[in-house]
Structures are given as C-alpha cells and as structure tokens.
C-alpha cells in the first residue's frame, strides 16, 4: 500500500498569507495525486488532480505541483474561506489518501 | 447538475450489518464508476471500495474483503454500500464519491450518512 504523509499536521496563518502544504509518497505515484478541501460536516471538495491541474471553479490562488513521491500544494494568498482541512490523494496503486493538514487562523 | 443524495443516519449495535443508498442525477449513470469513502470521527479518509455501475463489477481493498459489499440498481440509479459484522470502530460518516477517469480522482461527493456503532 503506497502511504501518502501529509506535513505539516497543522499550519497557523493569518489571511493574506502565503500556504504551502507538503505530501510525499512512499513510492512514486508519477502525477496521480489529487488535493482535497474538506470543512466541518461538508464531504471534501475536489481542488487539484493529476497533481496540477485545477478542477472545475477552483480559484487560481490554489496550485499543485510535482510528481514521482513529493507534491506540493501551495495558497497563494489565504482568503478567511480558506481555514480548513486539506487531503491528498494517490491513485496510481488502489487508493489512498494523506493524514490531512489543518490550516488554521493565527 | 450532477447530484448524489445519500441515505439518513443509522444507529447499529455490534455484531449488526447496515446498508447505506446514494441516488445519483444529473448524468448517465452508467458512465461512472462509484467509490465509498469513511471517515471516523476525527480522523481522515478511508477507501472502501468501488462498483462499475455497468455490468456491476466491484474491487474492494483487502482490509474491507469479506465485509463490504457494493451493489447497485440501473433502474434508479442508486449504489448501496453494505457493511457487515459492524465493530465500534466502524462508527463514521460514510460517503459515496463519482469517480473521474480523466482527472483520476473523485469529482462530486455525497452529503454523507453517519453510522453510529454502540451497544
């Protein structure tokens, strides 16, 4: 099973900042990694795929970059609808997802 | 607009089983192959497994093997996530998801259904 490790654990920013979230794989995974965005009682929603590719309505201060076992996730600008919890996912071997980062308001 | 609508809370007693629907609109149906997904209280997420809603084939990961059963009806575009020999540790909310092939994740999620596992 390909284990997808998410850091750091929590991120303390204050809107305006600059986000930069890490997830690296066990295993190269090429560019099959999602990013998700999950709020409290919400489902996730889809942010990134293939590791760079914004989804649909995803605002472009929201990118995904690198491939093969380290991506990053970067929030250029923090906006207050931004404070959540992120969620990588591989799909190159089954499916697996990060243990999660939490942005969090200083 | 693509819609996935899931079934209400179930409070289950160990050893039970329980079945979870999410009703699917807004699309064929048999286009998309449909995931499970939980997530415990707290924590993070956990594949379940999946259903090619045409022709019905499943693939479900080995820790779910002999527990997890996911079936579907064409006929009202429903997939049902079956859950036996339930242990406290099942308690989660537990989400059906659309799988994309061309993004290679998941791009529209059921509300969620919370099953509660408690004696």
């Known amino acids: 099973e390909i284990v997808l490790t998410q850091s750091p654990a929590t991120l303390s920013l204050s809107p305006g900042e600059r986000a930069t979230l890490s997830c690296r794989a066990s295993?190269?995974?090429?560019?099959?990694l999602a990013w998700f965005q999950q709020k409290p009682g919400q489902p996730p929603r889809l942010l990134i795929y293939?590791?760079?590719n914004r989804a649909t309505a995803i605002p472009a201060r929201f990118s995904g970059s690198g491939s093969g076992t380290d991506f990053i996730l970067t929030i250029s600008s923090l906006e207050p609808e931004d404070f959540a919890v992120y969620y990588c996912q591989q799909s190159n071997n089954w499916l697996t997802f990060g243990g999660g980062t939490k942005v969090e308001i200083k | 607009q693509v819609y996935l609508v899931q079934s209400g809370a179930e409070v289950k007693k160990p050893g039970a089983s329980v079945k979870v629907s999410c009703k699917a609109s807004?699309?064929?149906?048999?286009?998309?192959?449909m995931h499970w997904v939980r997530q415990a209280p707290g924590q993070g997420l956990e594949w379940m497994g999946k259903i090619n809603p045409d022709g019905g084939s499943t693939t479900y990961p080995q820790k779910f093997q002999g527990r997890v059963t996911v079936t579907r009806d064409t006929s009202t575009s429903t997939i049902y996530m079956g859950l036996s020999r339930l242990r406290s540790d099942d308690t989660a909310v537990y989400f059906c998801?659309?799988?994309?092939?061309?993004?290679?994740?998941?791009?529209?999620w059921g509300q969620g259904t919370l099953v509660i596992v408690s004696s």
């Open positions: 293939d590791a760079s």
């Open positions: 295993q190269s995974i090429m560019s099959q």
């Open positions: 998801a659309r799988w994309r092939d061309g993004y290679n994740t998941f791009d529209y």
């Open positions: 807004g699309y064929t149906f048999t286009n998309y192959y």
